[in-house]
């Protein structure tokens, strides 16, 4: 961590206008100057990652696909490195090469030959192998316009019994439904307001659509702290679902 990294990121962050007519270009051009700080930033940004990503269940069969929907520089495949073994394959798929270049990088250095990067919108990607078992969204879902279709896709690929797991900021709703977390008047206001300026956007349906078609296995909100925002906390769940059939 340094001082001159930080303040690169946090130019980008808050100054840096982000430009670009399609979707793919705009996260380029949000990403691009910040690719090189990005992993460290995010560790202190983005909570409940390494967690989420060691309590997903790996089918026993060993040929088990893991798609990681938005999955920038690979970080969280570090967190599970150890049960890449059991896997057949695991996907990163994201729209930024210079995050999927970063991810490469990553890959080569840790000689994982069963983790690819693939450049695809998460909408519409389907793994060679026609299916995934395990599914990941760390905080991709609030920077996916067509969030609900990158959702609908999960369910698409996965087989019944297939495993999603998903960390991102949030809002409650208004009236958030029994066992799910609710957020006051400040808090539904202001860090919606505060995230949009980067094209993040926190969703008071994200929640409620996942359990809707999803069966819950679990479900924890929480708040983590902003680096730089002194004493400001920002909400974040992490939501383990399962998809229903037999
Ligand atoms: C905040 S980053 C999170 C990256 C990574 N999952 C992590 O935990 O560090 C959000 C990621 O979602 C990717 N993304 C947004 N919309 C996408 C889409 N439609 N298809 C693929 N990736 C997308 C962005 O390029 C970015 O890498």
């Not at 990121?9 to 691009?32: D, M, Q, V, W």
């Not at 008047?185 to 300026?197: E, I, L, N, V």
Request: with cysteine; hydrophobic share 40%; proline share 7%.
């Amino acid at each position: 961590m340094s001082l001159l990294t930080d303040l690169r990121i946090l130019y980008h962050l808050a100054c840096n206008p982000i430009r670009g007519g399609t979707h793919r270009e705009r996260l380029e051009s949000f990403y691009k100057g910040q690719a090189g700080g990005y992993d460290d930033f995010r560790r202190r940004l983005l909570k409940g990652r390494e967690p989420l990503y060691r309590r997903m269940p790996v089918p026993p069969s060993g040929d088990g696909v893991w798609v990681d929907m938005g999955g920038g520089t690979g970080a969280n495949i570090e967190a599970i490195a150890d049960r890449l073994p059991q896997l057949k394959k695991v996907y990163i798929v994201d729209l930024s090469p210079s995050l999927l270049a970063i991810a490469r990088e990553r890959i080569d250095k840790n000689g994982w030959t069963n983790v690819e990067a693939v450049e695809a919108d998460v909408t519409q990607f389907v793994p060679p192998e026609g299916h995934a078992d395990i599914i990941t969204f760390s905080y991709s879902l609030t920077m996916i316009p067509d969030w609900f279709a990158a959702i609908d896709q999960a369910v698409r690929l996965l087989p019944p019994g297939g495993s999603i797991g998903v960390v991102d900021f949030f809002v409650s709703r208004k009236y958030p439904a029994d066992g799910y977390t609710g957020h006051g008047w400040y808090t539904r206001t202001f860090w919606p307001a505060w995230f949009a300026q980067d094209n993040v956007f926190l969703n008071p349906d994200h929640v409620p659509y996942l359990a809707n078609r999803f069966e819950r296995v679990a479900f924890r909100g929480n708040r983590g702290k902003v680096p730089y925002m002194l004493g400001m906390k920002v909400p974040y769940y992490q939501f383990v679902g399962r998809k229903r059939g037999t």
